[in-house]
């Protein structure tokens, strides 16, 4: 038995956390880790108190056929990404990394590639957080390092 690197043994945990997510299109779950220390999870769903698309039995977005990555304010959801880092303390995330998984709810196959929303985007830069990791194909790992969506940002506004 070949033991998991470290990229891959957090990667199955946010799969897991992925698990808990109330979405009907695509389950993602997101680890933020900082020296070896899980700091914090998050899976996307609605808000605390209240109600999920899977118990509505509908999703709006899916009911008006937009593509994955348009009109997210129809979209009931948190997504993982704030979640994990509304959970944490800034001075933990602070330098940490993000595992970040999302899985299509119909095939159970990983989204690519799966990179963080712009509005994700700007909450990972604010919390501090230095690098994302994604699944990119069967043992593979794409390293985003979070600086770059910083530079981006400054000059995507001049």
């Known amino acids: 038995m070949k033991r998991p690197t470290k990229s891959q043994y957090y990667l199955d945990i946010a799969r897991a956390v992925a698990m ?4 009907l299109r695509r389950r993602f779950g997101a680890v933020i880790v ?6 914090s999870t998050g899976y ?12 509505l039995g509908n999703c709006l977005r899916q009911l ?3 593509p994955p990555g348009q009109n997210y304010e129809l979209c009931r959801a948190v997504h993982a990404e704030m979640n994990a880092v509304i959970h944490a ?10 595992y970040l998984v999302g ?10 590639p799966g ?9 990972i830069i604010n919390a501090g957080i230095s690098r994302v990791i994604l699944p990119d194909g069967p043992g593979a790992f794409r390293y985003i390092d979070v600086d770059d969506w910083t530079i981006e940002e400054r000059t995507s506004m001049l």
Do not use: F, H, Y
Not at 20 to 23: G, Y
Not at 103 to 112: A, K, N, W, Y
Not at 115 to 123: D, E, H, N, Q, S
């Open 34 to 39: 900082k020296n070896d220390q899980i700091i």
């Open 89 to 98: 303390s800034r001075l933990d995330m602070v330098d940490a990394d993000l």
């Open 64 to 66: 008006k056929n937009i």
């Open 103 to 112: 899985m299509q709810v119909d095939t159970g196959e990983i989204v690519s």
């Open 20 to 23: 808990r997510s109330t979405c």
């Open 44 to 55: 996307n769903g609605a808000p605390r108190q209240t109600t999920n698309c899977i118990d």
């Open 115 to 123: 990179i963080p929303c712009l509005l994700c985007k700007r909450v």
